[in-house]
Structure formats: structure tokens, C-alpha cells
T-cell receptor, first 113, second 111 residues
Framework: NAGVTQTPKFQVLKTGQSMTLQCAQD?????MSWYRQDPGMGLRLIHY???????DQGEVPNGYNVSRSTTEDFPLRLLSAAPSQTSVYFC????????????FGSGTRLTVV | GQQVMQIPQYQHVQEGEDFTTYCNSS?????IQWYKQRPGGHPVFLIQ?????EVKKQKRLTFQFGEAKKNSSLHITATQTTDVGTYFC???????????FGKGITLSVRP
């Protein structure tokens, strides 16, 4: 099993550009989430999904869209990148209600200039 | 919504010293999870605590859930340089059990 795979690992965007961060898991996990990590702010939840076709907003959803058409994939779309979205983005997945903990991807380091 | 507090954000210890950190909430928690993130890495799940007063051990790490389920502690015995990293506590909140993290404590160990 590959676990949780995030691509790309690094990305530089210009202000106003759009892009999609990819996340895929091969563990048949129901729950998937996107977090952003900024210095001193910990991990903040952007969007999450409890199954295919079901998504909901987290703590900091503005400027981001998600969809969950399959159990395996949970892409995060930046609609119009802003410097405030410069961050490290982590995708994570878990079995129902996360009793066994979440498995994280290795992250995408995004810089918006 | 429910939140957990982790204070301080940084702690420095001498190798071989013990280390304890706490995760505190103003409300009763249904469960608490702990994660470790090495520098430059991603968070890795360590443990989940569910029962009041529960204690779980992983080698030199001891995790405890408070009797009132409003706090949790992580104790590391005889720290090593491999313990360096940021330790987060996290809890499930809401009907869909989304996972919310504390801000973490970054541990540095002087050899």
C-alpha cells in the first residue's frame, strides 16, 4: 500500500492563478481531510469528507474548493491564489470516525508570489 | 466549538531529562489523539485515548487521559535526540467527527 499520496510536493504560483492539489489513498478510508500548516498556527482544517459525494467545510475554507467523486481521491482546488495561501498543505485519511488515527500524506509546500 | 490548548509552544530539554506536556480543554472530551511531527515531516498518529483515567504506554512515552476527560498528558522518560519534533493533541468534534488539532508543542533536545 502506498498510503496517502500527495502531488505535487512543491509548487510556486503567481497571485491569481488557480491549481489543484492532488490527494489519493489506497486504504479504502472513508474519511479524508485537508489541513494547512503555518508557523505558530498548528494544523488548521480546510475541508473534510466522510465519504464519496459528501464534503463539508472546516475552520478555514475560504478560497478553496473540494469534491469527492471516488473513495480514493480528494483534490483541493485553489480558485485564485493569494499570498496568504502560502503554506504547507497536508491531506489525511482515516477509517470511520478516525478511531485508528489519521494517516497523513507527505505534504505540498505551496508558495504564492 | 471544542478546542484544546497546548502551552507552551516550545520546550527545550537536556538529553536524558524527562519531559511532560499537557493538552487542556474547558469542556469534556469524548476522546483525544496524539500525533508527532518530525522537522520537515508530516504528522504521524501515536495514540488514541477514550476512557476516563486511561493510561497507555509506548516504550518511553506514557499517555494519560484525565479523570474528568478535560485534559491529557504526554510524558517522555529519559528524552533522546530522536524525540525531537512537534507533538500535537487532537480531538474529534461535531456530528461528522472532524479532527481538530491543538497548536502543538515543539520539543528540542540538547545532546
Amino acid at each position: 500500500n502506498a498510503g496517502v499520496t500527495q502531488t505535487p510536493k512543491f509548487q510556486v504560483l503567481k497571485t491569481g492563478q488557480s491549481m489543484t492539489l492532488q490527494c489519493a489513498q489506497d486504504m479504502n478510508h472513508e474519511y479524508m481531510s485537508w489541513y494547512r500548516q503555518d508557523p505558530g498556527m498548528g494544523l488548521r482544517l480546510i475541508h473534510y469528507s466522510v465519504g464519496a459525494g459528501i464534503t463539508d467545510q472546516g475552520e478555514v475554507p475560504n478560497g478553496y474548493n473540494v469534491s469527492r467523486s471516488t473513495t480514493e481521491d480528494f483534490p483541493l482546488r485553489l480558485l485564485s491564489a493569494a499570498p496568504s495561501q502560502t503554506s504547507v498543505y497536508f491531506c489525511a485519511s482515516s477509517y470511520s470516525r478516525g478511531a485508528g488515527g489519521y494517516t497523513f500524506g507527505s505534504g505540498t509546500r505551496l508558495t504564492v508570489v | 466549538g471544542q478546542q484544546v490548548m497546548q502551552i507552551p509552544q516550545y520546550q527545550h530539554v537536556q538529553e536524558g531529562e524527562d519531559f511532560t506536556t499537557y493538552c487542556n480543554s474547558s469542556t469534556t472530551l469524548s476522546n483525544i489523539q496524539w500525533y508527532k511531527q518530525r522537522p520537515g515531516g508530516h504528522p504521524v498518529f501515536l495514540i488514541q485515548l477514550v476512557k476516563s483515567g486511561e493510561v497507555k504506554k509506548q516504550k518511553r512515552l506514557t499517555f494519560q487521559f484525565g479523570e474528568a476527560k478535560k485534559n491529557s498528558s504526554l510524558h517522555i522518560t529519559a528524552t533522546q535526540t530522536t524525540d525531537v519534533g512537534t507533538y500535537f493533541c487532537a480531538l474529534h468534534t461535531g456530528a461528522n467527527s472532524k479532527l481538530t488539532f491543538g497548536k502543538g508543542i515543539t520539543l528540542s533536545v540538547r545532546p
